[in-house]
């Protein structure tokens, strides 16, 4: 994180990632689903004898075998995205750093004098209860709109990167 500061007098004032609620979920959903084989497996053989016999029950935990090795598959890149998606804001700057699957990351970066506006969009009783939401960025230049997703306290992460426009710009 060292090497997203460009100048001595730039410092790194927030750092946010997606909240912790959205990889608890994922984390539940994957041991669910990482259960089912089992669940599935006991409902069979006690339902039917034959099945813990050759050749069903080679078939069946070859077959379940390749589903856990999917399943971590889901559950390593769902990962990666949580933690290697992150937003650094500085004094000076405000750096995007996405990951989009295993092999595809996106940087991007804008001066903090460039923002017009910030949006804070919260959506449903869930984020709500657990404080959490989506910051969108409008900037001065022709390029995207800038949106943290899905980030903890969206109005604290608001009320700083105004701070530090506004003394940026000199008010």
Same mark, same amino acid.
């Given at each position: ?24 979920s994922?984390i ?14 006991f409902?069979?053989?006690?339902? !039917? ?24 598959? !889901? ?6 995205? !949580? ?8 004094n ?30 919260i ?9 959490y ?12 709109n ?20 506004d ?5």
């Amino acid at each position: 994180m060292l090497s997203i500061i460009k100048d001595p007098n730039e410092r790194i004032v927030l750092v946010l990632r997606r909240h912790w609620v959205i990889i608890t979920s994922k984390i539940f959903v994957s041991i669910i689903l990482f259960l089912m084989p089992f669940v599935i497996f006991f409902i069979l053989s006690s339902n !039917y004898p034959d099945f813990t016999e050759y050749p069903y029950n080679y078939i069946f935990w070859f077959v379940s075998l390749l589903y856990i090795g999917a399943l971590w598959l !889901y559950f390593l890149t769902a990962w990666l995205d !949580y933690y290697l998606d992150i937003w650094i804001v500085t004094n000076k700057r405000i750096v995007d750093i996405e990951q989009h699957g295993l092999f595809k990351r996106e940087v991007s970066e804008f001066s903090i004098s460039k923002v017009q506006d910030i949006t804070i969009n919260i959506r449903g009783v869930f984020q709500t209860l657990f404080k959490y939401g989506n910051v969108q960025i409008q900037t001065a230049s022709e390029s995207k709109n800038f949106t943290f997703h899905q980030v903890p306290n969206p109005y604290k992460a608001k009320d700083i990167i105004l701070k530090y426009h506004d003394e940026f710009i000199g008010k």
